[in-house]
Antibody, heavy 123, light 108 residues
Framework: QVQLQESGPGLVKPSETLSLTCTVSGAFLTSYYWSWIRQPPGKGLEWIGYMYNSGTTDYNPSKYNPSLKSRVTISVDTSKSQFSLKLSSVTAADTALYYC????????????WGQGTPVTVSS | QSVLTQPPSVSAAPGQKVTISCSGSSSNLGNNHVSWYQHLPGTAPKLLIYDNDKRPSGIPDRFSGSKSGTSATLGITGLQTGDEADYYCGTWDTTMRVFGGGTKVTVL
């Protein structure tokens, strides 16, 4: 059974970089899309971006939400069965519940999700 | 403001049926498949429907999906207390993934 688990600091200071990790069990990280999604308090889901892990070093495309693109980096570490999110120059507007999720290439949907980790941006 | 529009809430008695609508535009639902997710707070969201009307293994046939043009619908029949949750639709919009604002299902 595929399981995803987010981890990282629950509190980040304004202007600093938010860093989260998603640990994957029950699945290989190759040939899958790995996404981050967030939900600000009282609001709906917002897709942050994804990275596709092909298993080769020369083709691992990523795509990000245009509203966050300049601040986001998603990377995959197959040796640790993890993928990560870095969001720079955070503000209070980045306070949210952050989810990691997977997408099999055969479907246009997120087939597995983590249970989410809360991040608060505050000094 | 979510790209896809869902009603904030729907309700029905146990055993009854509810439908949840998801409205979009030509740039999203009009040209892409829809998926539906069930979310109980504090737990991982669960995929209920993908590619408009397909159910992943383990999802009961009480859950059904359909899409027509720029709108989609999730149906839940034989409503159970365990179905009380938030439900989200999702799809692509040009170059990004988008979601609806969510619908809270209440079992009366």
């Amino acid at each position: 059974q595929v399981q995803l688990q987010e981890s990282g600091p629950g509190l980040v200071k304004p202007s600093e970089t938010l860093s989260l990790t998603c640990t994957v069990s029950g699945a290989f990280l190759t040939s899958y899309y790995w996404s981050w999604i967030r939900q600000p308090p009282g609001k709906g889901l917002e897709w942050i971006g994804y990275m596709y892990n092909s298993g080769t070093t020369d083709y691992n495309p990523s795509k990000y939400n245009p509203s966050l693109k300049s601040r986001v980096t998603i990377s995959v570490d197959t040796s640790k069965s993890q993928f990560s999110l870095k969001l720079s120059s955070v503000t209070a507007a980045d306070t949210a519940l952050y989810y990691c999720a997977s997408q099999h290439p055969s479907m246009v949907a997120f087939d597995y999700w983590g249970q989410g980790t809360p991040v608060t941006v505050s000094s | 403001q979510s790209v896809l529009t869902q009603p904030p809430s729907v309700s029905a008695a146990p055993g009854q049926k509810v439908t949840i609508s998801c409205s979009g535009s030509s740039s999203n639902l009009g040209n892409n498949h829809v998926s539906w997710y069930q979310h109980l707070p504090g737990t991982a969201p669960k995929l209920l429907i993908y590619d408009n009307d397909k159910r992943p293994s383990g999802i009961p046939d009480r859950f059904s999906g359909s899409k027509s043009g720029t709108s989609a619908t999730l149906g839940i029949t034989g409503l159970q207390t365990g179905d009380e949750a938030d439900y989200y639709c999702g799809t692509w919009d040009t170059t990004m993934r988008v979601f609806g604002g969510g619908t809270k299902v209440t079992v009366l």
